[in-house]
C-alpha cells in the first residue's frame, strides 16, 4: 500500500495536480474576491469591517487542519517509519505557519475597530498563540537538528504536546468567558450566520485550501528534487 | 502483525501524549481564575473575597436603556440577566458599544454594586447578518 507514496510516482502526479490548480485557482480568487469584497452585504453591527472574517476564518481554520495533519502524519511516521511522512510534514509546517500568523494578524486588524482592542489576553487568542509557537518550535526542529532520525523523534514530540492544544482552541470560547465570540458555524444545528455571508466564507475557504495545496505541492516537489539529487551525489 | 519495535514506539507516544495531557489539564485547571478573562455580576455578587480596587474585568450585556451620559462621565448597568452592576466610565466607547450588546469594563471595583472602569471593549456576539434582516426580525419581534 505504501508503495504509493514513493517518491517518482508521485513526483508526476504533483505535477498534474499543480498545472490543475493553477488553471483554475485565479478564477475562483477573482469569485471569492467579488463575493468577499463587493457582493456580500455588511454586517448589521460591524458594517464593512465584517469583511475580514472572510480571511480570517478560512485562515485559522486552515491553520488548525494542518496542525491535525502534521500531528497524524507525524505520529505515523515516528511508529511505521514512512519516510515520505517526514517530507510531507516538512512542506506543510511553513504553510500551516503561515496560515495561522495570518488569523492572528487580521483577528488584530478586525479586533480595534470591533472590540477597541488590538489584542486581549483571554483564551482563545492565546490558544491561537501558543498554537503558533508550537508551528515555530516545529519548524525549529526540522532546521537546527541535523540527522532525520532525531528530527522525526523529536518532532513528533513536539507535534503530539502541541496537538492536545487544537481541542482548546476550539472550545476555549465555551469553557471559558472570552473576549472572541464563539464559533458561528455549528457542526450541527443551524448557523448563527447568514446565508448571504456564509457563502463568500466557503468560496474563500476553497481559495485558501486551494493555495496552502498549491505551496504544499511545490515545496514537495522541490523536496523530491533534493532527494533525488542526494542520490544522485552518492551515487 | 506489529513487530516488537513499533510495539514500543507506539507505547512511548501514547506514554507520552497521556502525561501532557495530565500535564496540560492541572496547568489549565490551577490557572483557572486567571484564564477567565472577564467575571459576570452574579459572580461578584456571590463570591465572598472579592479584591476592592485591583484592576479586574467584568463582562455582560448593556442593559436596554441604561445608558446615561454626562459631560463628565457615561454610565450603564451590565447585566447577565440575574445580577446587575452599575460601571461608571469617562473616555471614547468602541463602535460596537450599545445597548443590548455585549461589553467588558476593565477596572476597579468600589464595591459590590459599583464598578470604575478605565477601558470599555465591546463584545460582538456569534450573529452575522445584513442590516436589513436586522430590521426584518425587529419588525416581526414587535
Request: hydrophobic share 55%; net charge positive; charged share 20%.
Given at each position: 500500500m505504501f508503495k504509493f507514496f514513493s517518491s517518482s510516482n508521485i513526483y508526476s502526479l504533483i505535477q498534474k495536480l499543480i498545472n490543475f490548480i493553477d488553471s483554475i485557482f485565479f478564477l475562483i480568487l477573482i469569485i471569492g474576491l467579488t463575493f468577499a469584497l463587493v457582493l456580500s452585504p455588511p454586517d448589521y453591527t460591524q458594517g464593512d469591517s465584517v469583511r475580514i472574517m472572510y480571511v480570517h476564518v478560512p485562515a485559522a481554520w486552515l491553520g488548525l487542519a494542518c496542525f491535525s495533519v502534521i500531528t497524524l502524519l507525524s505520529v505515523l511516521n515516528f511508529i511505521f517509519?514512512?519516510?515520505n511522512f517526514y517530507f510531507i510534514n516538512k512542506s506543510i509546517a511553513p504553510i500551516g505557519l503561515l496560515f495561522t500568523c495570518l488569523a492572528i494578524i487580521t483577528g488584530s486588524l478586525w479586533g480595534q475597530?470591533?472590540?477597541?482592542?488590538?489584542?486581549?489576553?483571554d483564551a482563545r487568542l492565546t490558544s491561537m498563540l501558543v498554537l503558533m509557537l508550537f508551528y515555530i518550535f516545529y519548524i525549529l526542529a526540522f532546521k537546527l537538528l541535523s540527522g532525520e532520525e532525531i528530527i522525526v523523534k523529536v518532532s513528533s514530540i513536539i507535534a503530539i504536546i502541541g496537538s492536545i492544544n487544537l481541542p482548546i482552541i476550539k472550545y476555549s470560547v465555551e469553557w471559558w468567558t472570552t473576549l472572541h465570540q464563539p464559533?458561528?458555524?455549528?457542526?450541527v444545528g443551524p448557523s448563527n450566520i447568514h446565508s448571504a455571508m456564509l457563502l463568500p466564507l466557503l468560496v474563500m475557504l476553497l481559495v485558501f485550501l486551494l493555495y496552502g495545496a498549491l505551496i504544499f505541492l511545490m515545496k514537495y516537489k522541490t523536496e523530491i528534487i533534493r532527494i533525488k539529487k542526494k542520490n544522485l551525489k552518492k551515487i | 502483525m506489529l513487530t516488537k519495535k513499533v510495539k514500543k514506539r507506539i507505547i512511548f507516544l501514547t506514554f507520552i501524549f497521556i502525561l501532557s495531557v495530565f500535564a496540560v489539564f492541572f496547568i489549565l485547571n490551577s490557572l483557572k481564575k486567571n484564564i477567565l478573562y472577564f467575571s459576570s455580576p452574579t459572580e461578584i455578587k456571590q463570591k465572598e473575597d472579592i479584591p476592592f480596587g485591583k484592576a479586574m474585568r467584568v463582562g455582560g450585556m448593556v442593559k436596554k436603556g441604561s445608558i446615561t451620559i454626562n459631560q463628565k462621565n457615561i454610565q450603564f448597568t451590565v447585566t447577565d440577566f440575574e445580577n446587575e452592576i452599575l460601571v461608571s466610565y469617562s473616555g471614547t466607547v468602541p463602535n460596537?458599544?450599545?445597548?443590548?450588546k455585549g461589553v467588558v469594563a476593565e477596572g476597579k471595583l468600589s464595591d459590590k454594586n459599583f464598578f470604575i472602569a478605565s477601558r470599555i471593549l465591546a463584545k460582538h456576539d456569534e450573529n452575522y447578518m445584513p442590516p436589513e434582516i436586522k430590521e426584518i426580525i425587529k419588525k416581526n419581534a414587535k
Open positions: 517509519k514512512i519516510r475597530p470591533t472590540w477597541g482592542t488590538w489584542w486581549a489576553w464559533a458561528s458555524i455549528k457542526i | 460596537l458599544f450599545a445597548e443590548g
